[in-house]
């Protein structure tokens, strides 16, 4: 008989899976959904991104697969907005053999570390790394150039038996403003402001940008020539491309002169052109002209994404299983107007929520809203595929994980960021549907911990959003017409709703997540 009972006595692991079970369901989606979106921001620090790509094995670097010599040769040099947690970390690892090195980050961003508890991302008081700060409200400006030329001075002093690594995350371009001589940084910024005001596209103008820059566009690689450059890029632009972040000055990208002019005729701006400018684009320049490489400079350069939206959301999703859902990744690249980008999650939702098979009609505008919001039709029908099988199959609870970074027009006076205002738009959409228990939940927020001029990162709402606003007399309509979410937010519910795990110190564009809890199957 006891032989028998034993039989049926739970063993260890069940056991235990059943008090990990029992222990998720006592979590909230709203806990679980700021869980997730945790190690998503963990996943991208700069001190854990560059701990991740790079290896010592006594004189030798190792990064991504490639292994270089290290004998009191390295020089280091960064810009952007996360270097300074990459450069302390590189140095922790590297320290012994470094000769030299000089950072261009953000003004006071040193004095917010501090003031945050991030001291893990400031350099010792006795680095060899000098830290510059410039590039004030992130427009180039003096200090930033100051810097920009001290990084230029330790690169053009390297000889065939050097290394450089060259640290880069998002903001760089701002902070390395270097224009090709006589030009003026002011000159330079004039030319680009009025590109931009005439509606020219982000690859107009940084071929533009590229042209009037002495560093950009390959041009710090080529001032360290011929020492090897390595380039650990923490990356906030769509697909990781090399050449737009930081404006790529490690990746060689020939420009033509009569491929700046065009743009510059294009919007007739060729003839009010500065003098300067003039005289630079008049020059034949090997850089413009040639086709191919130079030397095979490029053979000596080795440039690695060592953070970016596609592993903070490949971590997201590991988080999101272990919490008990099944991850499915939408896009990477979700861009557009937020009023386009909330109602395709709000269909979304409808189409997982429902207890029948969705209309048609609903899938046709999830697919129709996709060119919109950049997200390709093969992605939107696979996940409404996997969202279909997990309401029939009854998988139990789903995590619809996106990211990119969507835009707002600023109509009103108010406070907010777009996470904060896509959140608000979601809660709008989701009014009226028939909501599982608990949910949906979704959560938008930005991996620097910034949502525009707030101290919000972004929010986490649920489908009864409207409801609550409505009992405790918020008008949702009113605050989206003033681009006040931040204000609503803080309002409703004690600021319960927003999302706010401080200066991050990082920075991967946003991640958008939508929680779907197991729907009742419906008995015929």
């Known amino acids: 008989m006891a032989r028998v009972l034993s039989l049926f006595r739970p063993r260890p692991l069940l056991a235990l899976f059943g008090v990990r079970k029992a222990a998720l369901c006592r979590m909230s989606l709203d806990s679980r ?20 790509s790079i290896e010592r094995k006594e004189n030798s670097l190792i990064v991504n697969g490639r292994s270089f010599t290290l004998k009191n040769n390295l020089h280091l040099v960064g810009f952007g907005k996360a270097v300074l947690g990459m450069a302390a970390e590189a140095e922790r690892v590297l320290g012994d053999q470094l000769v030299n090195g000089v950072i ?37 400006d003096a200090d930033a150039q100051r810097a920009a030329d001290y990084i230029k001075n330790v690169a053009v002093g390297l000889t065939e038996e050097d290394l450089l690594l060259v640290l880069i995350s998002g903001g760089g371009s701002a902070l390395l403003p270097a224009p090709i001589p006589p030009i003026s940084l002011q000159e330079k910024q004039d030319v680009t402001r009025r590109l931009a005001g005439a509606g020219a596209t982000i690859q107009e103008l940084n071929t533009v940008r590229r042209a009037l820059s002495l560093l950009k566009g390959g041009g710090l690689a080529q001032c360290a020539h ?80 060592i953070g970016s939206n596609s592993i903070a959301l490949r971590c997201a999703g590991r988080r999101a299983r272990e919490l008990g859902f099944r991850p499915v990744v939408l896009s990477l690249g979700v861009c557009g107007d937020v009023r386009s980008v909330s109602r395709l999650y709000g269909l979304l939702a409808r189409f997982a929520c429902s ?59 108010g406070r907010g960021g777009r996470n904060q205002e896509l959140a608000l738009r979601v809660g709008l959409e989701l009014r009226g549907m028939e909501l599982p228990p608990n949910g949906p939940v979704f959560l938008s927020g930005g991996t620097d911990g910034q949502d525009g001029p707030t101290e919000a990162a972004g929010a986490v709402i649920d489908g009864g959003l409207w409801e609550k606003a409505r009992a405790q ?49 419906k008995i015929r």
């Open 473 to 521: 007399g918020l008008d949702i309509d009113g605050s989206l017409a003033n681009n006040d979410s931040f204000t609503f937010f803080s309002n409703l519910s004690g600021g319960q709703n927003l999302l706010s795990p401080g200066l991050t110190g990082t920075n991967v564009m946003d991640v958008h997540m939508l929680l779907i809890p197991p729907i009742p199957i």
């Open 355 to 413: 207890r029948d098979e969705p209309p048609p009609e609903l899938a046709a505008e999830v697919l129709e809203l996709g060119p919109e919001v950049g997200v390709e039709s093969w992605d939107l029908c696979r996940t409404m595929q996997v969202l279909g099988e997990g309401r029939t199959e009854g998988w139990g609870a789903t995590c619809l994980l996106a990211g990119g970074e969507p835009t707002v027009e600023l109509k009103g006076k």
């Open 226 to 305: 011929p020492a090897q450059v390595v380039a650990l890029i923490l990356s906030d632009v769509i697909g990781d491309p090399l050449d737009l972040i930081a404006s790529g000055p490690t990746v060689w990208k020939p420009v033509g002169a009569e491929e700046v002019l065009s743009v510059l005729d294009r919007y007739k701006l060729s003839a009010s052109l500065p003098g300067s400018v003039k005289e630079v684009l008049g020059r034949a320049s090997p850089r413009w002209e040639e086709n191919k490489d130079p030397s095979g400079r490029a053979e000596r350069v080795l440039n690695t994404v």
């Open 33 to 52: 959904a700021r869980e997730v979106f945790a190690e998503a921001v963990e996943s991208v620090q700069p001190d854990v991104a560059v701990q991740r």
């Open 104 to 140: 261009s980050v953000p003004h006071g961003i040193q004095e917010k570390f501090r003031q945050h508890g991030k001291d893990h991302m400031l350099l010792k008081d006795n680095s060899r790394i000098k830290v510059m700060e410039g590039a004030e409200h992130n427009l180039p």
